[in-house]
């Protein structure tokens, strides 16, 4: 989208929130990976506010996705209750405007600005490790006693599959070669055959963010979890669709800018380490250690085959894709072992 519009969306929408109070500026702070825009929006008495501007999936998900969040944010209990970076409200509702003019349908929210404290180093000593799996323990244990108050999600994870699956059978040519389509096809297959055997139905659905990239949030100087401002693949899940984000934070490589999404960080020693140090605090099933693999697969199959040109960048997502179909799909059911995982916590 343009980037001049894409400003004056948001001025549009700020005038839709509170016309009386006018902006200075408009400074996009966006990460340039995603084709989202994120801008700070600075007024004429210097108060600050963060907008985001997403024409990325469909605009009743956003919707939902962020009135489910603004209810997580209020019904965390401590030390979590200000974890979340707060949407601004009107008339007691999250306010989300709605751009639809010219071939453009596009959407906007506002957030309070977020306190940042301290960033992981971008590669982790074995304390960091386990204080971070600590951490992450904890908080999922939250976001499982405050799922039982939030709004329903209408997505789920059989839905996300079921419609790449009709994609497949409207237009196969926007997938690639036929091995490719094929390839698509045969893991969509695998993914819901996974999901039955593992019994992924019976597992708690809590909320997830799943991008767990070191630059979506910050921890206090003693690694305690602080603040969390990224929601673009916020969803009501499973809590083992984080784990592969949590394996690339505590990864041998660690944080890096060309990134690729190889499974192979599930099998290092100090994901090993993490998953040890997590099961203390919040016990894994077997099941759920076996669905790990098809967690990676619906991630692969989901966000960077479905959803991927329509998120990322087109550098990132033509290479991601690519990557998909040569490397990341061929390795899933060839570079993880579940009995590794279950031996080292024991399960058996």
């Not at 405050?146 to 999600?153: D, E, F, H, R, T």
């Not at 966000?303 to 899933?332: M, N, R, T, W």
Request: positive net charge; contains cysteine.
């Amino acid at each position: 989208m343009d980037h001049e519009l894409s400003k004056l969306i948001v001025r549009k929408a700020w005038e839709g929130y509170d016309a009386s109070k006018v902006i200075r500026s408009i400074d996009d702070i966006s990460a340039n990976v995603s084709t989202n825009f994120v801008f700070r929006v600075t007024f004429e008495d210097d108060d600050i506010i963060i907008a985001k501007l997403s024409n990325f999936g469909k605009h009743d998900y956003f919707k939902e996705d962020h009135r489910i969040i603004h209810s997580l944010s209020n019904n965390l209990l401590y030390p979590y209750e200000n974890f979340l970076a707060k949407s601004l409200l009107k008339n007691n509702r999250v306010y989300i405007y709605r751009h639809r003019l010219s071939g453009t349908d596009a959407w906007v929210v506002f957030y309070n600005p977020t306190r940042i404290m301290e960033r992981l180093p971008s590669r982790l000593e074995d304390h960091h490790i386990r204080k971070f799996a600590q951490q992450t323990a904890k908080f999922h244990k939250a976001c499982s006693r405050a799922s039982k108050v939030l709004p329903k999600s209408s997505k789920t994870m059989r839905t996300d599959i079921n419609a790449l699956l009709d994609q497949l059978n409207k237009d196969e040519s926007q997938f690639g070669t036929r091995s490719q389509v094929d390839l698509l096809r045969y893991h969509c297959d695998l993914y819901l055959k996974g999901r039955a055997k593992y019994a992924a139905n019976t597992f708690e659905t809590i909320p997830v963010f799943i991008d767990w990239n070191i630059g979506n949030f910050s921890v206090t100087h003693k690694m305690e979890l602080y603040s969390r401002w990224d929601y673009d693949w916020f969803r009501m899940s499973t809590r083992m669709m984080d784990f592969y984000f949590f394996s690339r934070v505590v990864s041998d490589v660690g944080d890096r800018t060309v990134f690729s999404y190889l499974i192979t960080t599930m099998m290092e020693k100090r994901f090993i380490m993490f998953m040890e140090e997590y099961h203390k605090y919040n016990p894994f099933t077997i099941n759920e250690i076996n669905f790990l693999r098809e967690a990676y697969r619906f991630f692969i199959l989901n966000y960077v085959i479905k959803d991927g040109k329509h998120f990322f960048h087109e550098q990132y997502a033509v290479k991601l894709q690519q990557e998909a179909y040569d490397i990341y799909l061929p390795s899933v059911d060839r570079d993880f072992d579940a009995e590794v995982l279950i031996s080292a916590l024991k399960l058996k």
